[in-house]
């Protein structure tokens, strides 16, 4: 499989006989990056180099040098990235540490393990995660959700124990927007003032947030966390202990990417200062697969665990807009004994296998949600809000006068268009 897009490039200079709490230095840099999920390093290990003390290593037979330079890169999430460099710039104190952002023109991978319906949760769950407590104030919580681009917040208590669960959906539904189709004066400059006076409103976490929350427990077998996603409606589910301590959070795309092994990552849309006549246009992203009705469903699988918006757009010949393929879509769309069925044949047809359903017999028209709902790029930025929270949805598909496909916006994108209108945003 490929996959195209910016990443962040790190490189890491140190020598041979550098150490780490009673280690060679890289290993333990390896199990650093490895704990904190990140996508992989590579060691190389230098025939020659000298560094600030001008001593010159070499790996000649006459002069054999014990302290040989070693170079450490590591290719990963821009996110990800600035999250773990704290630890990093910690661990090497004498050495050299450079960041680039890269393009990825194509990325390879071996075959994918072929993960067993009745594997544990742990072996997909993201221990990446952001945790709150009932007593942190709201206004801190939305700085995460907005500017640190997290969908949802666990709330723990003192043990780390779950008592609720925080979404940027909670937050929206805070500012009591009228429905679509109601006239309203508010501007968006306005809204800002609305969700900055929530934010300065004296409110906790636990005035926000929902309990109880449904979890699952990191023993729970992964074909059981997605008929609780799919049984109740939710796209992620917080993983906890056997004493409820929460270690993660498992989402219906985890399950995907891990079938299919993208190196897929959440893209932040490009957005403009919001202000009086903020269009959808100034939010929109246009770089968005589609695929047509009789798109074999294997074509669209690869498609939709890449794809940054973690939405596939089904049009027509002229790009009309006829449907829109979610990764609930394709879980939801399976009956109960076909869905593990499902998720072992991606895993087989991935992993060189023979498959127990034929995907390519399947199509895109046979899972999409057909005649979704859509704006213009010229649709006001709040009429776009709205239906979206009227409609309980993520994000629209952009249309042109004549229904063809130009973009799409969402929730994540007016957030942080709003966000901009904050102090110190």
Known sequence: MEIVGTATKVTIYIGESDRWSQKPLYMAILEMLKSEDCAGATVLRGLAGFGAHSRIHTATIVDLSADLPLVIVWVD????????????????????????????????????????AAAPVRDLMSRELRTVTPETPAEEAVEILIKQAYRSLPVVNGERQIVGILTDGDVLARLGLPGAGVQSALTAAELGREMEALRRSGLSVADLMVSPVVTITEDAAIADAVRVMTERGIKRVPVVDRVGRVVGIVSRVDVLRALAQPMAREASERVLP?????????????????????????????????????????????????GIITDGDLLKRAGAAERVGLLQAFARRFGGGGATIELTKRTADEVMTANPITVTPETPLLDALRLLLQHKIKRLPVVDTEGRMVGLVGRGAIMQALATDFPGG
Do not use: C, F, W
Not at 81 to 110: A, C, F, K, N, Q
């Open 77 to 116: 999430d821009p996110a990800r990235v600035s999250r773990v460099m704290p630890r990093l710039t910690e661990m090497v104190v004498e050495g050299l540490v450079t960041r680039e952002d890269i393009e990825v023109v194509t990325y390879g991978h071996r075959a994918l393990r072929a993960l067993r």
């Open 274 to 322: 919001p202000g009086e006549h903020v269009k959808v246009k100034d939010v929109m992203v246009v770089d968005v697969p589609t695929v047509q009705g009789t798109t074999p469903l294997n074509i669209v699988v690869d498609l939709l665990v890449n794809a940054t918006q973690r939405r596939i757009v089904v049009v027509d010949a002229q790009r009309h807009v006829l």
